[in-house]
């Protein structure tokens, strides 16, 4: 059995690695990029200087593949898919000469790409990445060391991060340890609002101000004016004079290849079961930030591009291919942050997000000590959990403190994956010592007393 795998970043890596040293399958994988595995959640790290050396990022290498016995092709360009006679296209892009291959089962790993908003100005023609220059995106290897050279420049004094989510906030603070004057514009009205609700983004927004960050929410970009580069931003609310500006505003699946032959979602991400394989085609499977995962918050597929889900499902497909039936066992999109020394982290849903996807839900929000008061020190945490009012099922939980207790989250995780309700979390076992908790700990004491 031949498998090729398109796309060989975290899920292609993960999805080759598994069907390696197999006697009964053959793996070819192809990626028109010339590295693998790049951990894109650490280029603010890197900008900012706390990773010194950027080879840290990558956890594999084209070599360590072919060394498992994958057949590699780096700097090759899927340009087609033949799918009645299960043949690729492949253009070598240093050279341009094109060739076919053939499969048996195919996987699709095509991953995703920022989101480049219809905003005047913003697109150049000539560029690596079509974009104006002293504007930049914050994806791909070659992109971080492009940012890290844009801001060794001494010219560049003013740089604006336009988007607020994890990347864009992750980012300002990457500027701020440079000296740089940094302008945050979210067109939403708060920093990280598909993951958190106000009364966390409250604390992360007063921590960023204090850094010195000059925010603008629901503010929209409009215009980025300048000859031959960026020189000023213009918005619904007014003008910035900038030296540097960074695109983060999101991502959408790579969907060209496969948009009119597999059912995706509207944002084109692959519709796929829990064993990855698409709806439509029993020989193609689809992982990563191309495809679709099953939300165990809401009950239904959605688009949630984390490099833990892309791992899993790239580890689900081979296994299911080498005839190991293993179901994806559902995501949570699972997540934490640092924001200038405030450690955050969410899991499921928010209330305001699950209240926009249709769900019935209440909340309970509680600020508490992290340890008894009678201790020499502690500091407060701030908990959230979202619950559906019918069956009172978790949902979604958000914790904050300046200590880091975000690793609880994934107790919060686990139980919105096995379909727990409040009342059950409220009384689950957790251990008490006065060095870290209470005899009811703030994790379950959010729970205990939810209305």
């Known amino acids: 059995m031949k498998v090729i795998v398109i796309g060989c970043n975290h899920a292609g890596t993960w999805a080759a690695k598994t ?27 890197w900008v900012g200087g706390v990773v010194k050396d950027p080879k840290g990022l990558f956890y594999a290498d084209p070599a360590g593949l072919q ?8 700097g090759c360009e899927v340009t087609h898919i033949d799918w009645a006679n299960k043949t690729i296209t492949v253009k070598e892009l240093k050279t341009g000469k094109e060739s076919t291959d ?8 095509a991953g995703s790409w920022p989101v480049t908003p219809p905003i005047e100005g913003l697109k150049a023609e000539g560029t690596e990445y079509g974009l104006k220059k002293g504007i930049f995106f914050s994806k791909l290897y070659q992109q971080g060391q492009d940012i890290i050279n844009e801001i060794a420049k001494p010219e560049v004094k003013r740089v604006m991060v336009v988007g607020a989510g994890y990347i864009g906030v992750e980012l300002v ?5 440079h000296g740089k004057e940094v302008l945050l514009v979210e067109s939403m009205p708060r920093v990280m609002a598909n993951y958190f609700d106000k009364e966390i983004t409250d604390e992360a927004e007063k921590r960023i101000r204090d850094a010195g960050v000059e925010m603008h929410l629901g503010e929209t970009v409009r215009k980025f004016e300048g000859a031959d580069r960026v020189e000023r931003v213009v918005t619904d609310k007014g003008a910035y004079d900038v030296d540097m500006v960074i695109m983060s505003v999101g991502f959408r699946p790579n969907s060209e290849l496969y948009k009119d032959y597999l059912e995706t979602l509207p944002n084109g991400a692959i ?9 439509r085609d029993k020989d193609v499977y689809a992982i990563g930030d191309c495809a679709s995962v099953y939300s165990t918050a809401s009950a239904k597929h959605e688009y949630i591009a984390l490099a833990t889900n892309a791992v899993r499902m790239g580890i689900v497909a081979a296994s299911n291919i080498l005839g190991k039936h293993v179901e994806y066992c559902g995501t949570q999109g699972s997540n934490a942050i640092c924001v200038f020394g405030y450690n955050m982290a969410s899991t499921g849903w928010s209330e ?13 929000f509680v600020r508490d000590a992290e340890r008894p008061e009678f201790m020499p020190t502690y500091e407060d945490v701030l908990v959230k959990i979202v619950y559906e009012k019918e069956s009172r099922r978790l949902v979604g939980a958000q914790i904050a403190s300046k200590h880091n207790h975000s690793e609880a989250i994934h107790a919060f995780s686990l139980a919105i994956q096995n379909g727990m309700t409040v009342d059950q979390f409220a009384l689950s076992d957790f251990f008490f010592l006065p060095h870290y908790n209470k005899p009811l700990s703030w994790m379950t004491m959010v729970a205990y007393t939810a209305p």
């Open 67 to 74: 060394s498992e016995g994958i057949d590699v092709h780096m």
């Open 173 to 177: 603070e990457a500027f701020k340890n």
């Open 271 to 279: 519709v796929v079961d829990n064993t990855m394989q698409t709806s």
């Open 102 to 109: 053939t499969y048996d089962k195919l996987i699709l790993a």
């Open 19 to 45: 069907l390696a040293g197999n006697p009964d399958c053959t793996v070819t994988a192809y990626d028109r990029n010339d590295n693998i595995s790049f951990l894109a959640c650490g280029i603010a790290l």
């Open 352 to 364: 305001e997000t699950a209240k926009a996807k249709g769900l019935a839900v209440a909340s309970h």
